[in-house]
């Protein structure tokens, strides 16, 4: 049973800064990513990154702004977030992808954090 534990939100002013971090336990995993649900709004992708962290990825509205980071020894994945905007608000979920499958399906999925950026 892998489990995912998501911390580090909370309301945060515009331009401000937040690390979520999160944590993975029961099996190694390929790849994690980031995923964010606004309100009235569908789940995005935010980021991704492989264990070996050879590859990155990041959904264009969060470039330049948001760093994917993960420490292996921890099994901790963390989404540092820098010049928040409101439209940031959302619940931020974090999910890993046991093996590498040619598609965006990820297998487990955390309970989410929320992330308020007040104006």
């Known amino acids: 049973q892998v489990q995912l534990v998501e911390s580090g939100g909370g309301l945060v002013q515009a331009g401000g800064s937040l690390k979520l971090s999160c944590a993975t336990s029961?099996?190694?995993?390929?790849?994690m990513g980031w995923f964010r649900q606004g309100p009235g709004k569908e789940r995005s992708f935010v980021a991704a990154i492989t264990w070996g962290g050879n590859s990155i990825t990041y959904a264009q509205s969060v470039k330049g702004r948001f760093t994917i980071s993960r420490d292996n020894a921890r099994n901790t994945v963390f989404l540092q977030m820098n010049s928040l905007k409101p439209e940031d608000t959302a619940v931020y979920y974090c999910a890993s992808k046991l093996v590498f499958r040619p598609n965006d399906d990820y297998d487990y999925w955390g309970q989410g954090t929320q992330v308020t950026v007040s104006s």
């Open positions: 029961g099996r190694s995993w390929y790849k």
